[in-house]
C-alpha cells in the first residue's frame, strides 16, 4: 500500500484573511475592527481578546487588522505588531518593544519633522541604554532618573524625549494600533514587566493597544508576582478598559473543521465516508443523553490540528488493520489524558480477555506499591479519581464503549458484586 504523507499534515498557522474563516470568527471581527476604527482616543486605549490557548485568538486578531485596513483609506492608522514571546530576557522584551515603536512611527514621514527628529533621537538614547548593564527596567521606560545619570548619554533625557514624541502625536493626524499577543506563554516576571510596559508607554496619545491573551492564565502570573495585590483580575483592571471573549467554536463549526483536515489522511481511501459518518455518529449519539462529546474530546483548533498531525503518523500507516473510532479515541486519550492512557497500557490483559471469563482471575501477577494483588482496572480508577465529576463522567462513556469488559471490572471493585 502506497500512502502519500504530504497529505498527511495539518497546519496550525493563523489565518490572515476572514475569506479563510473556518469556525465564525470574521463575523464578531469585523464588528470589533469597527468599533475600534471609530476610536480616536486622546489618551491610550487597551482592548484584550480573551480565550484559551489554542481557540484562534491570533488569527481574529488577524481579522481585525484586515478589516480595519480596509476601512483606512486615507492611511491614519500605524500598526505595530509585538511578539514579547520572541525573546528571552525582560530588558530584549522592552528595548525590541520600544524600538518598534520607534520603528514604525519613524516610517511616516507625514507626520512632521519635530517626531522624526525625535525618534531619531529617542533612537539613539535607546541602543546606548540597551548596552549599559546598569540602567533598571523602569530607567530605560524613561519613568524615572533617580539610578542612572541621564547626562552620560549626551543627549535629552528620555522623559523630555518621551514629552516630544507624544507632543508629535498630538499634533499629527494619525493613530497607533499596538497588537500585543502571546503574554500568556511569558513567565510570570517577564508578564509583568510588559504590562508595566503598556502602563508606562501607555501614556502614548492616539494609541489603541490590542492584547491577546488568556487572561486568567495572566491573572494568575500577576497574582504570583505580586501577592499583594487583591487579585490578578483588579490589577488587569487598571490597564485594560475593554476585556472581549472570544466566543467558544460551536460544535458543528468544530467538527467541520476536524472532518475536512481528517479526509485528508485517506489519500482516497474508498470507505472514507462511511468511517466519518461512523465516527459521527458515536459523537452524535451522546448529545443530549449524557454530554456533548465532541468539544470535550476536540475543544480547540489547535486541538483538531494537534491530533490530525499525530494520526498522519500513527494512524496512516496501519489504518487498514485497526478499527478507525477506536483508535482515534485511544489517540485522543494519548495526546489529552497520558496518564489515564498508560494506566490502560499497563492493563490492556485486564480489559481485553472475555468479559465474561472469572474477572478474579485477571491479571494475577499485578501488585499495587504496597505489594498487593491490584487488578489493572484499578489503576485506571486512580487516574479517573483525580478528574472533575463532568471529565469522569465523560472518560466513563469512552473506557465502556472501548472495552466492554471495563464495565465487570468497574463493578467488581465498586459495588463488589463478584465474590
Avoid at 466566543?247 to 489519500?267: I, N, Q
Avoid at 470507505?271 to 458515536?282: K, Y
Avoid at 490530525?308 to 478499527?323: G, Q, V
Wanted: charged share 25%; proline share 4%.
Amino acid at each position: 500500500m502506497t500512502i502519500n504523507m504530504g497529505l498527511a499534515s495539518a497546519s496550525d498557522s493563523p489565518r490572515e484573511n476572514p475569506r479563510d474563516d473556518e469556525l465564525g470568527h470574521a463575523y464578531y471581527a469585523e464588528k470589533i475592527a469597527d468599533a475600534l476604527f471609530k476610536l480616536n482616543p486622546k489618551d491610550s486605549y487597551s482592548v484584550s481578546i480573551n480565550a484559551p490557548w489554542g481557540s484562534g485568538k491570533t488569527t481574529f486578531a488577524n481579522f481585525i487588522l484586515h478589516y480595519m485596513k480596509e476601512k483606512d483609506e486615507d492611511q491614519k492608522l500605524i500598526f505595530i505588531r509585538f511578539d514579547p514571546w520572541l525573546y528571552s530576557s525582560t530588558d530584549q522584551i522592552i528595548n525590541y518593544f520600544m524600538s518598534e515603536v520607534i520603528k514604525e512611527v519613524s516610517r511616516v514621514h507625514a507626520v512632521g519633522k519635530n517626531l522624526n527628529k525625535a525618534m531619531s533621537i529617542l533612537r539613539e538614547a535607546n541602543k546606548i541604554i540597551a548596552e549599559r548593564d546598569d540602567v533598571p527596567f523602569w530607567a530605560k521606560l524613561g519613568l524615572t532618573t533617580l539610578t542612572f545619570d541621564w547626562t552620560s548619554l549626551r543627549r535629552s533625557d528620555l522623559i523630555t524625549l518621551f514629552g516630544e514624541v507624544c507632543s508629535s502625536l498630538e499634533r499629527a493626524d494619525k493613530r497607533l494600533l499596538i497588537l500585543v499577543d502571546d503574554i500568556d506563554r511569558l513567565d510570570q516576571n517577564e508578564c509583568q514587566m510588559v504590562l508595566t510596559a503598556i502602563k508606562a508607554i501607555g501614556k502614548l496619545p492616539k494609541t489603541i493597544y490590542l492584547i491577546l491573551c488568556d487572561m486568567e492564565i495572566v491573572g494568575r502570573m500577576i497574582k504570583a508576582y505580586n501577592p499583594s495585590v487583591v487579585s490578578g483580575h483588579e490589577y488587569l483592571k487598571k490597564i485594560v478598559q475593554f476585556q472581549f471573549d472570544l466566543p467558544a467554536t460551536e460544535s458543528p463549526r468544530l467538527k467541520s473543521y476536524f472532518f475536512k483536515r481528517f479526509e485528508g489522511l485517506f489519500d482516497r481511501r474508498s470507505d472514507c465516508h462511511e468511517i466519518c459518518q461512523q465516527i459521527n455518529i458515536f459523537f452524535d449519539a451522546y448529545q443530549y443523553s449524557v454530554e456533548e462529546l465532541f468539544p470535550f474530546l476536540l475543544d480547540t483548533p489547535r486541538a483538531v490540528v494537534r491530533l490530525i498531525n499525530a494520526l498522519s503518523l500513527t494512524y496512516r500507516p496501519i489504518w487498514d488493520e485497526i478499527d478507525t473510532l477506536d483508535f482515534l479515541l485511544l489517540e485522543i486519550l494519548r495526546l489529552d489524558h497520558p496518564e489515564l492512557y498508560e494506566a490502560i497500557r499497563d492493563s490492556y490483559f485486564d480489559l481485553l480477555e472475555n468479559p465474561y471469563q472469572d474477572i478474579k482471575q485477571s491479571s494475577p501477577d499485578m501488585k499495587n506499591h504496597s505489594g498487593e494483588d491490584l487488578l489493572g482496572v484499578d489503576l485506571i480508577d486512580r487516574c479517573l479519581n483525580e478528574c472533575t465529576d463532568k471529565d469522569r463522567r465523560i472518560l466513563h462513556i469512552i473506557l465502556m464503549f472501548l472495552f466492554p469488559k471495563y464495565v465487570y471490572l468497574y463493578q467488581y471493585i465498586h459495588l463488589n458484586i463478584c465474590q
